[in-house]
């Protein structure tokens, strides 16, 4: 199974990612997750991708794609694989077929703007291994902690309000004209993204014609 997540930043692609990756057995590919991972690591990708990703503004086609191809090479993307996070403009979904990536499944996530700004002050990230929060909507067990690895939880740079509306504004422009890529193709499926994360789970698994 290949499987793109699409959806505005604070749609629930990453919550809806880890818990798929779970129960399909097959890995998640955040680019967000491996570009904020260069980033600590101060690799010059990282020192590239940082501007524009405190921004708001996407990192160049040629950065993405070039992890991209490398990282769907290695051996735990053989049975397949959730994108979580790319492509997110034209030109990458179409660097994806040149690479011969066969994708079978589109899953949409919607939602509107206003939720997702109010959603967005909520969020936590674990600046370690990258698993996602909201204090209301799925805090972890301890305040502030990391459920997964025990680290301290942050808020991202690039979720202040003003960033948000930037990247609302890039999603609009540039990643939701791949809903009529894909559904020229017949792989789009929507979800409605405004419900309890488990709600939007069933609709993802009953998308994807999987019993619930
Ligand atoms: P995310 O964690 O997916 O919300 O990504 C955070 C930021 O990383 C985005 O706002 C972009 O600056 C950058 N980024 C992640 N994935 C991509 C991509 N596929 N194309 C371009 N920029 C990306």
Known sequence: MKLILLGAPGAGKGTQAETLSRELGIPTISTGNMLREAIQNQTPIGLEAKRFMDNGQLVPDDVIIGIVEERVARDDCRNGYILDGVPRTIAQAEALERFGVAIDNVVSIEIEDAVIEARMSGRRVCPRCGATYHIMANPPKTDGVCDSCGSELIIRKDDRPETVHDRLAV???????????????????????????????????TALGKSV
Not at 171 to 179: A, Q, R, V
Not at 191 to 205: K, N, S, T, W
């Open 171 to 205: 999603f609009h422009m540039l990643t939701e004209p791949l809903k009529d890529f894909y559904a020229k193709q017949g792989k789009l499926r929507i979800v409605q993204g405004d419900q309890p994360i488990h709600a939007v789970y069933r609709e993802i698994l």
